[in-house]
């Protein structure tokens, strides 16, 4: 059954560094997604893409978030300028319906 | 109100038994309804769509009251494996999930 992967499934980074999370959506999905999830709490949805733009974004998604589709496979969320509160799982999602998640990539911020 | 409510547990029930997660969800203008399964510090697995209908998969019923913006999940027959976290999620363009229903099932 094809799946959603992202990479890496752990990431730990400095404060105020950048960082990009990879994600490679179902070959044949047209929507695509990023979530957060802070250790304890829920899953909290960031953004929305289709057709190469976004399409809805949340208040957590920030001037320091941007998300982008380089080419045909890759979906990544670039954080600019890593905060504390950044630290959490990030989970991609796909579809055309239902949505499917990937494994997640979880963030540490030292 | 919150987007969507859950009881966040835990159901403690032995093997075998029958289980009901209720969740409630405060948008009327959701379209699409579904119940997840989160393991501990996994990614939400789709456990089923919600039809109005009602709809059965095995030992899962869902139900969706669109009049009372209620949603139901019935597990029969419990499983050790069926031990996860189980998350409500309305919408259509994007899901909004509440906190989960955690559910322990012992032998």
């Known amino acids: 059954e094809p799946e959603v992967t992202q990479t890496p499934s752990h990431q730990v980074t400095q404060m105020g560094q950048e960082v990009i999370l990879r994600c490679v959506p179902i070959s044949n999905h047209l929507y695509f997604y990023w979530y957060r999830q802070i250790l304890g709490q829920k899953v909290e949805f960031l953004v929305s893409?289709?057709?190469?733009?976004?399409?809805?974004k949340s208040e957590i998604f920030d001037d320091q978030f941007s998300v982008e589709r380089p080419d045909g496979s890759n979906f990544t969320l670039k954080i600019r300028s890593t905060k504390l509160e950044d630290s959490a799982m990030y989970f991609c999602?796909?579809?055309?319906?239902?949505?499917?998640f990937g494994d997640g990539t979880r963030l540490s911020i030292l | 109100r919150k987007e969507v409510e859950q009881d966040p547990g835990p159901f403690n029930v032995p093997e075998g038994a029958t289980v009901a997660f209720n969740c409630t969800y405060s948008?009327?203008?959701?379209?699409?309804f579904f119940w997840y399964r989160q393991d501990c510090r996994k990614e939400p697995k789709l456990l089923m769509s919600v039809y109005s209908s009602g709809n059965e998969d095995g030992r899962f019923t869902a139900q969706l009251n669109r009049a009372s913006q209620y949603i139901s999940l019935l597990i029969r027959d419990s499983k050790l494996s069926d031990s996860a976290t189980y998350l409500c999620?309305?919408?259509?363009?994007?899901?909004?999930f509440g906190t989960g229903t955690r559910l322990l099932v012992s032998p």
């Open positions: 948008n009327s203008a959701s379209q699409s």
């Open positions: 999602a796909s579809r055309n319906q239902p949505q499917h």
């Open positions: 999620a309305p919408g259509f363009q994007k899901l909004v």
């Open positions: 893409f289709y057709n190469n733009e976004i399409s809805e």
